[in-house]
C-alpha cells in the first residue's frame, strides 16, 4: 500500500485534487453547444434527453454503451450531391465512405473538446464498424435516424431515409452521448420534408419501396448490401463450394471478384442508394425538380433506372419477379440473403424483414409455433392481406401449429437438418396442413 501511495501519478493527483477541484458543469448551455458542434464541422445539430419517449426502445443499449448519459447530441454532415447522383458508383460510394469519415472525425473532435471542459462524452461509429459479434441480430449502437428525427433534423421519407428540411436526404448522421444535461433540448419538426415525388419507388432497382409506403427489406439488403455482411458470407460459401478455379469462375463472374476486392482492401461498396440520388426534396435540392420536372428525370433518374448492372435477388423473392418485369435490361443474378438467425428470438425478429408481400398473395392464416429444448419460445405469425405480424405467445386460434426442438428448427432454416427426417424423428411435428407449412416459407425465400 505505501509503494501505491508514493507512486508519482498517485500522488500528483492527490494533491491536485486538495487544491485544483475541478467543478462539474451541471448543465451545459444549449446555444453554446450547439455554436461548438457547428464550430467543429458538424452542419446541423439538435439535443434530445435520454429519457425522451421516442428512444425509449434504444434506451438500453445506449445506457450499456454509456451509463452516464443524459443527453444525446444529435448531427448531420452534408454530402455533395452530384457525386451521389452519378450512375457511377465508385463516385458515389467515395463520397458516401468520405462523408462517414468527415462525420466520425467531428465526433471524435467534439468529444475531445467536451473532454477539455470536463464533460464525458462517447461517439458511436457514424456507419460502420459496428457489433459484428451480434449479428445478425442489431449490430449498431445508436440508431442514428429516430434520434435525429427526435432531434428535429428531419423526419424519414418513404425510402426510409432522413431527410433534412434544408440539406435533404444527401446526409451523414452522428451522435455523441455525454453524461450532462443541456438548457434547451430541440423537438421534431412540424412537417415531412418528403414531398412524395416517389422518384426513389422509380429509381430502386429492386422494387424495395412501395407506392404505398410498405419497405422490402430484403430486397434492399440483399442487392444494395451485397457486399456487406450476409453478402459477403454466401461469396465466401460460393468459393468453398466450389470444386475448382474454373467452377468458381462460372459462378462469379471476373468484375464480381475484382469488386469484392476492392470493398475488401478499399471499404465495402453500395451497390445502388439510387433512392438517395434520386430525392428531390429539402430546400437546398428541390429547385431543379421544381423548375423542370421531365428534365430532372431525364438527368437524374433515367441514367438509373438505364443503367445495365448485376441485380443480385433470392430466388423467389418479390425483387426476382420485379427485376425481370421493370428492367429486362438488368441482369438477375440469384443468390441466398445469407441471413442465418442465430436463436429463435433472431428467426422471429427477422420474421418482419424477411417477408415478401406478393408471395403471399392470397394466403390468410394464423401459426402457433412452440420452441422447445435449449430455447423455449411460443409465438404467434398471422399474415393476412399481405402483411404479417408476429406475437408473443399463442393468440387466437391457429390454421398450422408447428412444435420444433429449437437446435432442429434453426439447422433446417440453415438447411443443414433435412425436415422430413426431423419430423419422422418428431424433432419437428406439425397439426394442420403441409401446404400451409409450405406456404410460410414461400412467404419467407432467404
Not at 456507419?127 to 429516430?146: L, T
Amino acid at each position: 500500500m505505501a509503494k501505491f501511495d508514493n507512486h508519482p501519478t498517485v500522488r500528483w493527483w492527490r494533491e491536485q485534487s486538495t487544491t485544483h477541484q475541478p467543478t462539474k458543469t451541471a448543465t451545459l448551455n444549449s446555444d453554446s453547444l450547439r455554436t461548438l458542434c457547428l464550430e467543429m464541422g458538424a452542419d446541423d445539430v439538435g439535443f434530445v434527453e435520454i429519457n425522451r419517449p421516442a428512444i425509449a426502445d434504444q434506451q438500453s443499449d445506449i445506457l450499456a454503451a454509456f451509463p452516464p448519459t443524459k443527453t444525446l447530441i444529435s448531427f448531420v454532415c452534408c454530402m455533395n450531391r452530384e457525386n451521389v447522383r452519378t450512375p457511377a458508383r465508385s463516385i458515389a460510394n467515395l463520397e458516401f465512405h468520405a462523408n462517414y469519415d468527415h462525420a466520425n472525425e467531428v465526433a471524435r473532435n467534439l468529444v475531445k473538446a467536451l473532454e477539455q471542459i470536463g464533460v464525458r462524452a462517447l461517439n458511436p461509429s457514424s456507419a460502420f464498424p459496428m457489433e459484428m459479434e451480434r449479428f445478425p441480430g442489431k449490430v449498431w449502437v445508436v440508431s442514428h435516424k429516430p434520434v435525429a428525427v427526435a432531434a428535429g433534423l428531419g423526419h424519414m421519407g418513404i425510402h426510409r431515409n432522413v431527410i433534412h428540411p434544408k440539406f435533404g436526404n444527401f446526409i451523414a448522421l452522428g451522435t455523441v452521448l455525454i453524461d450532462t444535461e443541456v438548457t434547451e433540448y430541440t423537438r421534431p419538426i412540424d412537417y415531412n420534408p418528403c414531398i412524395e415525388c416517389k422518384l426513389c419507388v422509380a429509381a430502386c432497382p429492386v422494387g424495395a419501396i412501395g407506392t404505398d409506403g410498405s419497405f422490402n427489406f430484403s430486397a434492399c439488403y440483399t442487392h444494395n448490401y451485397r457486399e456487406f455482411m450476409s453478402g459477403f458470407t454466401d461469396w465466401t460459401e460460393t468459393i468453398a463450394q466450389s470444386k475448382n478455379a474454373q467452377d468458381y469462375r462460372k459462378k462469379v463472374s471476373a468484375s464480381e471478384s475484382a469488386s469484392m476486392w476492392q470493398s475488401l482492401s478499399f471499404k465495402a461498396n453500395y451497390k445502388a442508394a439510387y433512392c438517395i440520388a434520386a430525392c428531390p426534396a429539402g430546400e437546398d435540392v428541390i429547385a431543379p425538380f421544381l423548375s423542370d420536372r421531365k428534365a430532372f428525370i431525364q438527368e437524374v433518374v433515367k441514367p438509373l433506372q438505364d443503367k445495365p448492372e448485376t441485380i443480385y435477388v433470392v430466388p423467389g423473392s418479390d425483387a426476382e419477379s420485379y427485376v425481370a418485369r421493370r428492367f429486362p435490361h438488368k441482369t438477375v443474378k440469384r443468390v441466398s440473403s445469407g441471413i442465418r438467425p442465430q436463436s429463435i428470438q433472431g428467426f422471429l425478429f427477422g420474421l418482419p424483414l424477411l417477408f415478401q408481400r406478393n408471395q403471399s398473395e392470397g394466403l390468410n392464416a394464423t401459426y402457433h409455433f412452440t420452441f422447445t429444448g435449449s430455447e423455449f419460445r411460443r409465438a404467434t405469425v398471422i399474415i393476412q392481406d399481405k402483411t404479417v405480424q408476429v406475437q408473443n405467445d399463442h393468440l387466437s386460434n391457429a390454421n398450422l401449429s408447428v412444435t420444433a426442438d429449437s437446435e432442429t428448427w434453426l439447422g433446417f432454416l440453415a438447411k443443414e437438418q433435412n425436415l422430413i427426417w426431423a419430423l419422422l424423428r418428431r424433432k419437428i411435428r406439425v397439426r394442420g396442413s403441409l401446404k400451409l407449412l409450405q406456404a410460410f416459407g414461400k412467404c419467407f425465400p432467404a
